[in-house]
């Protein structure tokens, strides 16, 4: 809360830099909201969504406090469950391009 929105929006971009390069290039525009007292609110008929982002769609895995009630441990389990099937993923792919890269042997 002591720094002014400029040296903020820098070290979220900073950080989030760290982890994806390049990303700080891309954003177009960053709002910092100051909430002190800030809590979680779920809008009324916000449960009705629960099936659609916790169900696994593709190559797209979220994770995150609000995909359950339990805040912090919430967002480490479905973080860690959105790594594991990420890595899960990738190692399938380079099983996948080992084998096709493998030369077929003949029956002799």
């Known amino acids: ?9 820098r070290i979220y971009l900073d950080d989030l830099d760290q982890v994806l390069p390049g990303f700080a290039g891309n954003v177009v525009e960053a709002e910092v909201q100051r909430w002190p007292t800030g809590a979680p609110y779920c809008f009324p008929g916000r449960g009705k969504l629960q099936r ?9 895995f979220l994770a995150g406090d609000y995909l359950g009630t339990l805040s912090t441990e919430t967002a480490i389990q479905t973080g860690l469950s959105a790594a594991h099937e990420v890595r899960s993923l990738l190692a399938t792919g380079r099983q996948t391009a080992a084998r096709d890269l493998t030369p077929a042997r003949s029956a002799s």
């Open 1 to 9: 809360m002591e720094h002014d929105d400029d040296t903020v929006r």
């Open 52 to 60: 659609t982002l916790t169900r696994r769609s593709g190559r797209v």
